[in-house]
């Protein structure tokens, strides 16, 4: 069975860092595109940063500067550094990763279950 499974959310003060992880598992071939969004409670859930398999990142605007998207390759896993996060980044956090998985004539976009960051002020 194909997981994706985040870690390293958590409550900080505003002002202060957290790292998110989030490793894929299962019969995998590849990992393509990898990806963290993000939704607070009432909103959609929005774009944070993705990362393709050649290392290409992508951020949305509010982030830019304070977060940094990164990847291990061997062990399937994307990481999202966050530095002096603010009250408004307070959301649940969830990794995407686009997988190559056996048996599945095409690749498939995975989720993982989320992961809450809170940032008091």
């Known amino acids: 069975q194909v997981q994706l499974v985040e870690s390293g959310g958590g409550l900080v003060q505003a002002g202060g860092s957290l790292r998110l992880s989030c490793a894929a598992s299962?019969?995998?071939?590849?990992?393509?595109?990898m990806g963290w969004y993000r939704q607070a409670p009432g909103k959609q859930r929005d774009l944070v940063a993705t990362?393709?398999?050649?290392?290409?990142?992508n951020y949305a605007d509010s982030v830019k500067g304070r977060f940094t998207i990164s990847r291990d390759n061997a062990k399937k896993t994307v990481y999202l550094q966050m530095n002096n996060l603010k009250p408004e980044d307070t959301a649940v956090y969830y990794c995407?990763?686009?997988?190559?998985?056996?048996?599945?004539?095409?690749?498939?976009?995975?989720w993982g279950q989320g992961t809450q960051v809170t940032v008091s002020s």
């Open positions: 990362i393709t398999g050649g290392g290409f990142t």
């Open positions: 299962g019969s995998i071939f590849s990992v393509d595109s």
């Open positions: 995407n990763a686009e997988l190559d998985v056996m048996g599945e004539p095409h690749t498939s976009f995975y």
